[in-house]
T-cell receptor, first 113, second 115 residues
């Protein structure tokens, strides 16, 4: 089991450029999540997908879009990157059941100039 | 609304001494509480959780946490710290019976264990 994988590991963008962050899990989890991590702010939820075919906004969705391509994959798209989106992005997944823990990917470090 | 507070940005302890990383929370209903650890350039790893039952929860790497409902706290503890415990620790809360898709994380506490 690879667990949760993310690509790329690191990316530099110029303001206004677009990119897609990829996430895949091989644990047959139903729900998947995208977080951003900023110093002193912990993790903030951007979007989540409770199950294949559904997506919902989290705490900080502005400037992002997501696609739940299938049960394994959940991508995050920045249509027009801004310096405020410089952050570390983590994907996570979870078994069904609200008592279950989340499993996190290694993260994508994004720098927007 | 749910919230989590980790009042200390950093905790310093000497190797072999006990450590405590503090966490308090606020939810409307019953909480599910979690601790995660993050090593440099890595994702978060699950340490332990409180769902129901015994207030003292034991987890990975010798860590434990005590749920205190009256003080709305879930402090992480270890009897004897190791240098390898140095990392960033996150407390998180999820409100029970709400669908459970939104987990709120604290800002994190950096633990330094000195040899």
């Amino acid at each position: 089991n690879a667990g949760v994988t993310q690509t790329p590991k690191f990316q530099v963008l110029k303001t206004g450029q677009s990119m897609t962050l990829q996430c895949a899990q091989d644990m047959n989890h139903n729900s998947m999540y995208w977080y951003r991590q900023d110093p002193g702010m912990g993790l903030r939820l951007i979007y989540y997908s409770a199950s294949e075919g559904t997506t919902d906004k989290g705490e900080v969705p502005n400037g992002y879009n997501v696609s739940r391509l299938n049960k394994r994959e959940f991508s995050l798209r920045l249509e027009s990157a801004a310096p405020s989106q410089t952050s570390v992005y983590f994907c996570a997944s979870r078994f069904p059941g609200q008592q279950e823990t989340q499993y996190f990917g290694p993260g994508t470090r994004l720098l927007v100039l | 609304a749910q919230s989590v507070a980790q009042p200390e940005d950093q905790v310093n302890v000497a190797e072999g001494n006990p450590l405590t990383v503090k966490c308090t929370y606020s939810v409307s209903g019953n909480p599910y509480l979690f601790w995660y650890v993050q090593y440099p350039n890595r994702g978060l790893q699950f340490l332990l959780k409180y769902i129901t039952g015994d207030n003292l929860v034991k987890g990975s790497y010798g860590f434990e946490a005590e749920f205190n409902k009256s003080q709305t706290s879930f402090h992480l503890k270890k009897p004897s710290a190791l240098v390898s415990d140095s990392a960033l620790y996150f407390c998180a809360v999820r409100e029970a019976n709400t669908g459970g898709f939104k987990t709120i994380f604290g800002a994190g506490t950096r633990l330094f264990v000195k040899a």
